[in-house]
């Protein structure tokens, strides 16, 4: 026979997403914008920053202004736990959970640019990214995968972009690859050689 847990121990094994999101966040590493134009983020998803900021193409030129005061608050972290924060005050209900369909995402990531003093993308330039962080298609994040995803977004509004002619008119989905084990490093850059 196969033995039953009863529900009080299942969820008492679970890790508290908040915990997730505040673990990353105390572990986030200072990776450069502009030579790091591939990150894998921990649920396995993998962004490549320049084609993301070519799709988001107006906003990336409405933000330019910001690059020299947002870049190193990004690099060194200082983004992400603002971000954790915001995170918190956005999670009314406290379960660690933020839902797209309701519009919780939506205003947590407008809210965190808006904190900078920074145009937010349009609802559909967020979906472009969102649905990479949702991996499972419950149409929900966790708390490390929102700070993940207003990460990933900031990291492309900010990436250095080509000249024109050599940019892709659009971010092309990508297959979802399988998630990391738990045990990996919580970011897997893709740098280029500094120059």
Known sequence: TVPVVPAQRVMAHRI???????????SYPALPVARTPVITYPQGVVVNF?????ALGPIVVANETHRARLLPAIE???????TLRSYA???RDGNGYLQWN?????AFLATMFRQYGLHPPSEQQMYQLYTRFDADRNAALDARECICLADALLRSVFFPTPPQSQ???QMQPQSQP????QMQPMLQPQMQPQM
Request: negative net charge.
């Open 167 to 169: 940019v892709q008119p």
């Open 16 to 26: 508290n997403p908040m915990v997730l999101a505040e673990q990353w966040v105390a």
């Open 89 to 91: 005050a956005s999670d």
């Open 76 to 82: 060194s972290g200082e983004v992400a736990r603002q």
């Open 102 to 106: 309701n519009g919780e995402i939506r």
């Open 50 to 54: 320049q084609e993301c900021a070519a």
């Open 178 to 181: 399988m998630l990391q084990p």
